[in-house]
């Protein structure tokens, strides 16, 4: 079945702790993506990249950080430094040119203990 | 100013009733252009693409209208099941970042 998958659907964090999220993708998409969005809002864009070992930070980076070592995997860390981190985590991918669309996986509902 | 503008809603709308949603754009540059269909608490998958000639898909048709940037979709005879946030989308293909609008929510009423 191709497709998005992320995991874990949904994660527990601590005070202090460092959390990572999981998506991986076998579509053969170049392109990933992460978004993050709070209740009642629309999808803020934290990460993105366009081809393995390179990747570029978008409107909310701050308090995250992303790695892109395989093109089928692109992790986000959700960092201590990340205040408030509660939120529903979407991770997409999508082919490279023109009229490309953007697949989501089901996403990760992240909350703070 | 946000790339992409979409009013929220709420569209509360009977059964069998047409109903039309508006998105505005910034960029010019924008290429493609997305409706998106979000249900509580799940991902959003793709309802359609926006095509500059104007598309139809069953009940739904997106239109494109380029000079004055913005973007329609119309449902003709609403389902329940119908019922969800409808996102807007636009990509520029420079950097291929996708914009997102805040979605309009619409429920169906029996």
């Known amino acids: 079945d191709g497709g998005i998958t992320q995991s874990p659907k949904y994660l527990f964090r601590k005070e202090g702790q460092n959390v990572t999220l999981s998506c991986e993708q076998n579509l053969n998409h170049d392109a990933m993506y992460w978004y993050r969005q709070d209740p009642g809002q629309g999808l803020r864009l934290i990460y993105y990249s366009q081809i393995v070992n390179d990747f570029q930070k978008g409107d909310i980076a701050e308090g995250y950080s992303v790695s892109r070592e395989k093109k089928e995997s692109f992790p986000l860390t959700v960092t201590s430094a990340q205040k408030n981190p509660t939120a529903f985590y979407l991770c997409?991918?999508?082919?490279?040119?023109?009229?490309?669309?953007?697949?989501f996986g089901a996403g990760t509902r992240l909350s703070v203990l | 100013r946000k790339e992409v503008e979409q009013d929220p809603g709420p569209f509360n709308v009977p059964e069998g009733a047409t109903v039309a949603f508006n998105c505005t754009y910034s960029?010019?540059?924008?290429?493609?252009f997305f409706w998106y269909r979000q249900d509580c608490r799940k991902e959003p998958k793709l309802l359609m693409s926006v095509y500059s000639s104007g598309n139809e898909d069953g009940r739904f048709t997106a239109q494109l209208n380029r000079a004055s940037q913005y973007i329609s979709l119309l449902i003709r005879d609403s389902k329940l099941s119908d019922s969800a946030t409808y996102l807007c989308?636009?990509?520029?293909?420079?950097?291929?970042?996708?914009?997102f609008g805040t979605g309009t929510s619409l429920t169906v009423i029996p």
């Open positions: 989308v636009v990509n520029t293909n420079t950097g291929n970042q996708f914009y």
């Open positions: 997409a991918s999508a082919e490279r040119g023109a009229k490309n669309i953007q697949y």
């Open positions: 960029n010019s540059a924008s290429q493609s």
